[in-house]
Every structure is written in C-alpha cells, then in structure tokens.
C-alpha cells in the first residue's frame, strides 16, 4: 500500500530535475573552448563568403550573393 505523501515526494523531485536541467547551461564559454591543434589559427577578424555560382538539383544557378543575410547550411559529404 502506497503512503500518499510518496507521490507528492516524487512530482516534486521531477519538477526539481526539471528547473536544474532548464537552468544550466548547455553550451561552455567561448572563454573555455579548447585550443586549435598545432599549425591552425583563427582568423584575426570574420571574412565574407566567397563568391560562386553553382547548380542546384533541378540545374538551376544558385549564387553566393543570392544567399546573403540568410541562414545557409553547409552540407559536406566524402568517401574515402
């Protein structure tokens, strides 16, 4: 037979998990990201994409230019 304060005791742990995994942080400060490997360096300041022209799928030209201020993916795939 189960004591009826059990299930209280148990929402509030789940509610209590719940708040510490909302409020800790999921990603670590710039200020703590691991050093570049020997002979890589980041770049002094942010330089724009290149530009180029490629076809889509359907043959159809996308251009660098084109993609300007919007969220662009970049997909890299390789067999070796």
């Keep these: ?10 929402l509030g742990l789940f509610l209590l998990l719940g708040l510490l995994l909302t409020l800790t942080p999921r990603h670590a400060p710039a200020a703590d990201a691991p050093p570049l490997p020997e002979g890589l360096a980041a770049p002094a300041q942010a330089t724009a994409m ?8 359907a043959g159809t030209p996308v251009r660098s230019t084109d993609l300007q201020g ?4 970049v997909r890299f795939w390789a067999s070796w």
């Design 50 to 57: 290149p530009v180029f022209e490629l076809p889509d799928p």
């Design 70 to 73: 919007k969220v662009v993916v």
């Design 1 to 10: 037979m189960r004591r009826p304060c059990e299930v209280p005791s148990r």
